[in-house]
């Protein structure tokens, strides 16, 4: 599909973004603060527009993406549901849609917003999550390149209980060359490797996302090797870590929460500077 309008001006993407954030309240002021231009991993540059609902008392504010050489918006949180309910302005849902309606209205919002992604993504290959509590189906788009799915990149859509755009976000990275799919291991020899690796653990789980249900199952879920975030690279037959060779990084021993402390600290999201303490 053909671009949203082309190349944009700051003055283009301020008026992109007043269509967008319209708020139906006369108590609630929308204010864009900023549109500034800044570069993405890729190099691109993408238009960052700060806004904010002003309403008396208080104020919310939020920020949305857009790709200036195509006009399209490629970051996008709606918050004018949360702005209503403090002032006290319950916004109308009317009838609650269905799943399959849900989808084809995250369908139609992709095809309204990114056209110029699209070639890129399939539709969503899994059922989608839904949030009761904020009325939320949350859509997955997976990005596919020479009929294999790109893990990570993928267009994510939140469509409301009442079909409305409830957030979008797309992931796309410009790779000139993808590794080629012609001299990985037979899927028979990775299947013999995943069995032998196989292994098991016994977790409580709590289905769905409904913040009211108490109820949790006993699950089995299984587990390849002893590292939580191993896979099997597929040229080499060898189980790598998903962040790489971290044996460098320390590995700490807890009563109740080792897994969880290991895989923070092989992530490096944590720290630590003495493992034994």
């Known amino acids: 599909l053909p671009v949203k309008t082309g190349k944009i001006s700051k003055d283009d993407a301020k008026k992109i973004a007043e269509k967008v954030l319209k708020i139906d309240s006369n108590k609630v002021k929308l204010i864009i603060n900023s549109v500034d231009e800044i570069e993405n991993q890729d190099g691109q ?21 857009i790709n200036q050489n195509t006009g399209e918006i490629i970051q996008y949180y709606n918050i004018k549901n949360e702005v209503l309910a403090q002032i006290g302005q319950e916004s109308t849902n009317g009838k609650v849609i269905t799943q399959k309606e ?13 056209p ?21 189906y949350y ?15 993928q267009i994510g859509v939140g469509i409301g209980s009442d079909g409305s755009l409830q957030s979008l976000n797309v992931n796309y990275q410009t790779i000139e060359e993808w590794p080629s799919a012609e001299k990985v291991i037979s899927k028979e020899k990775a299947k013999e490797l995943l069995i032998d690796a196989l292994s098991v653990k016994l977790q409580y789980e709590k289905q769905g996302n409904n913040a009211k249900e ?27 870590s998903l962040y790489g060779n971290n044996t460098d990084l320390p590995v700490v021993t807890h009563p109740t929460a080792e897994a969880e402390l290991n895989y923070l600290i092989q992530a490096k999201i944590l720290e630590i500077a003495d493992s034994k303490t």
């Not at 849900?102 to 990114?114: D, F, H, P, T």
């Open 139 to 153: 859509f997955s788009f997976p990005r596919i390149v020479n009929n294999i799915l790109v893990s990570g990149d």
């Open 45 to 65: 540059p993408i238009l960052f527009v700060h806004y904010m609902y002003e309403f008396k008392n208080g104020g919310h504010g939020a920020s949305l993406e």
């Open 102 to 114: 849900a989808l084809a209205n995250a369908i139609k919002y992709v095809k309204e917003s990114v």
């Open 214 to 240: 108490k109820h949790y199952n006993l699950v089995y879920v299984p587990t390849f090797t002893d590292d939580s975030l191993s896979s099997l690279d597929a040229k080499t037959g060898k189980w790598a």
């Open 116 to 136: 110029s992604y699209l070639h890129n993504y399939a539709k969503p290959l899994e059922e989608p999550q839904f949030y009761e509590e904020q009325g939320t």
